[in-house]
């Protein structure tokens, strides 16, 4: 295994890698070979399977943020924002623009995309910035607003749960949508009155924007039932009669725990679910898949109309 100078953030940078012994033409081999994934002029990371899909795209986007932002004249440093502010603070988003590392430069105009960088026109006042580990970046509040306004609805409550779950404060984020006349104000304004910081994924958030937008009964979050042997949370219900459950074998990777396999996961599911309905609740899952489709409000409404939970709706026989 070679052995690459790193910098703080992760970061191979030419002049330390040369430093170190190792050539231009080693380093270029390396990228060729795929060992190496080149993020910015001289500045390269090891390849991983931690760079596999969603979520190991933007991870690999953060370091790109990272790369450029670091790189190059600090007086003439323009700050992250947009979805490369939000990969900096830690915000999962839903399908997010991470083609190139957005900046914003502080002026009324003088936007412009090239090769790497979306330069956004903009003023950002200082109370708008943050520093993150030495990366300077539109502050939390702000970059939501920026992401909320520049994608559709199910984007913009997904930044907004999130930006809320990481302790971005609602009313400034209030504020800075009352100084903004752009397209997208609308639809950012609707998600931020139904944001909850208690949702706590990306499908989580899309599936509630289906909810919504289909107009379905608005479900608790993360409520908690008594089971004959513990206590649960569920994702969603509906007066504790139907449980709605965003999961799939992607979210079991993510639970598990030291010495367990994903077939142990698989299994306390169930067994979770059987004490659920033995309470009398029915339990409605669903995947990623399901909401690519746009299929879960025709999951979900005939549970609703049969257990009487749908405006008007009559009770239907069993």
């Not at 012994?21 to 994934?37: E, H, M, S, T």
């Not at 979306?118 to 502050?139: K, N, P, Q, Y």
């Not at 994924?201 to 042997?229: D, K, Y």
């Amino acid at each position: 295994m070679t052995h690459y100078p790193l910098d703080q953030y992760g970061l191979i940078r030419r002049g330390a890698a040369l430093d170190a012994a190792f050539a231009d033409n080693q380093l270029a081999a390396a990228v060729k070979r795929g060992d190496l994934v080149r993020l910015y002029p001289g500045v390269a990371v090891e390849n991983s399977t931690d760079f596999d899909g969603h979520d190991g795209a933007q991870r690999l986007h953060k370091l790109k943020a990272i790369a450029l932002s670091t790189s190059g004249d600090p007086e003439r440093r323009l700050p992250l924002s947009h979805a490369s502010a939000a990969a900096v603070h830690g915000l999962p988003l839903l399908k997010p623009n991470i083609e190139r590392v957005h900046v914003t430069n502080g002026r009324e105009s003088g936007g412009s995309i090239r090769n790497i960088r979306h330069i956004h026109s903009g003023v950002v006042t200082d109370e708008e910035l943050a520093e993150v580990d030495g990366v300077l970046v539109t502050r939390i509040e702000r970059t939501a607003v920026d992401v909320a306004t520049s994608g559709d609805f199910a984007q913009a409550l997904t930044v907004f749960d999130h930006a809320l779950r990481a302790g971005a404060d609602r009313t400034l984020i209030e504020k800075t949508l009352a100084g903004r006349r752009r397209q997208g104000v609308r639809i950012a304004r609707r998600a931020l009155r139904h944001a909850d910081s208690r949702s706590e994924s990306v499908g989580e958030s899309w599936s509630r924007a289906q909810m919504i937008e289909a107009g379905l009964p608005t479900p608790r979050l993360q409520g908690e039932f008594r089971g004959r042997t513990g206590r649960y949370r569920a994702d969603y219900d509906w007066d504790e009669k139907l449980v709605g459950e965003f999961d799939g074998m992607v979210k079991y990777g993510r639970l598990l725990e030291p010495g367990r396999t994903v077939t142990d996961t698989v299994v306390q599911e169930k067994l979770r679910e059987d004490e659920l309905r033995a309470l009398g609740v029915v339990v409605a899952r669903w995947t990623w898949s399901v909401l690519e489709e746009g299929e879960l409000v025709d999951l979900l409404r005939p549970w609703l109309e049969r257990l009487n939970l749908l405006p008007g709706s009559r009770r239907l026989p069993a």
